[in-house]
Structures are given as C-alpha cells and as structure tokens.
C-alpha cells in the first residue's frame, strides 16, 4: 500500500456554508484517511488527505462534486510530504 498525502483547494461557485467541511471529514473517515480541512477567507476550502493512494483517488473524485448543494467548479491538487503520526481527520477552523 502506498501512503500519499496530497493538498486540495476546492473553488466555488458554492463551497462555503453547505456542509462543505463536514462532507470532507465524512468521506475522509469512510476511506479512513487523515489529515484537516477548513474555509478560507475567499471563500474557498482548503485541506490535506493522506494514506492509501487509490483511496486518495476516491477522495478526489468526491471533493471536485462535493455534497448535493455544493457547487465546485475547480479543485486543485498538490502532492505534499507524508506527515508521520497523523492519526486524525480534522475540520480546522
């Protein structure tokens, strides 16, 4: 099993106040994936997964749809360092 960890910024159309963050954490936990999420400032979400590579894959697909009243209309990628230790998902304010 290859571990990754890979940054992602969803952009909207709606990504902010639609449960945006707490779907994040919902799949992350399904997928039993680390690592935090939270909103930014120009409202847009930004985060980090980390663990299997082919669950990270999932992963992405759900973040560029997001939940049912989301509206993503990009969602950018960046491979980061694994982070040794991590053992949670968290929404980060």
Known sequence: MAV???YFLAHGG???GVGYRYFTR???N???LTGWVRNLPNNKVE???QG???AIATMMQKLDRGPSSA???RLDKEDREV???DAEFQIRR
């Open 4 to 6: 990754k960890r890979v």
């Open 26 to 28: 919902r799949q992350a």
């Open 83 to 85: 982070v040794e230790g």
């Open 71 to 73: 509206k993503v209309v």
């Open 14 to 16: 709606t990504v902010q």
């Open 30 to 32: 399904e997928l039993d």
């Open 52 to 54: 299997d590579e082919t």
């Open 47 to 49: 985060g980090e997964v």
